[in-house]
């Protein structure tokens, strides 16, 4: 599934990257690429860094007021640099996509793997989800709206929505099969009342910054569980 995160995230003048990239700002460290050269391996530690350090100025002054020369002087890299990595500063924010569906894909494999309640996979995943729009209110705004106003980005965004609604729709069959999920339920609908419950926490704690992100991924979290789980009479039965 990654290898077609990487694919679909190429459209509209997006740089390529290698799939350990995703894979390591999913996890939120970045590994280095077994049998790949020096080069690619500072390339993408290179690329890492600007988003990084985009990611923290954006939040702390706002998309509009951070220039492509504040953001390479965070990263301590020429400004020449940057446009080897983004065709321009919006384009930074793309990588968010890549990220997250990142994340999805590590929790599809953690299902996979049936090592882990799928409770806790799901309760994971919301959590990692809604780490870098909780930075700040101003931050999770300028997100909004950049994928809301920008088309090109909003086409990449909506595709890796629906890539991530069918890897967690995989989740939710896995959590059938163990009896953890109401198999009454359609799959594909809870993988999209996932997204909606997380979405919609996200903008509602984007207003005020009250309470904290966490709180309302948390309670959106338990909601939600509570809503798919088994009923008493079908554990009984």
Not at 49 to 66: D, K, Y
């Amino acid at each position: 599934m990654v290898n077609n995160v990487h694919k679909s995230g190429m459209a509209h003048g997006q740089r390529s990257i290698p799939d350990t990239f995703v894979q390591g700002i999913a996890a939120g460290s970045f590994p280095l690429p077994t049998g790949r050269g020096r080069r690619e391996r500072r390339a993408a530690e290179t690329r890492l860094r600007l988003f990084r350090c985009a990611l923290h100025l954006f939040a702390e002054r706002g998309f509009s007021n951070v220039t492509v020369e504040e953001i390479t002087e965070a990263a301590d890299v020429g400004k020449g640099t940057f446009f080897n990595y983004f065709e321009s500063k919006d384009a930074v924010l793309g990588v968010m996509a890549e990220l997250q569906l990142g994340r999805v894909a590590e929790a599809l494999a953690e299902a996979e793997a049936g090592k882990q309640p799928i409770r806790s996979v799901l309760h994971r995943l919301f959590l990692r989800l809604a780490e870098e729009p909780g930075v700040s209110p101003n931050l999770a705004r300028t997100l909004i709206s950049f994928f809301l106003a920008n088309e090109p980005v909003r086409q990449i965004v909506e595709r890796q929505l629906t890539l991530g609604r069918e890897m967690v729709a995989r989740i939710v069959a896995a959590g059938q099969k163990r009896k953890e999920i109401a198999p009454r339920l359609d799959e594909k609908e809870v993988a999209f009342q996932l997204q909606q419950s997380l979405l919609g926490a996200v903008v509602l704690w984007s207003l005020t910054g009250e309470p904290a992100l966490a709180v309302r991924v948390e309670e959106s979290f338990q909601h939600y569980w509570r809503a798919i789980t088994l009923s008493a009479e079908e554990q009984r039965s």
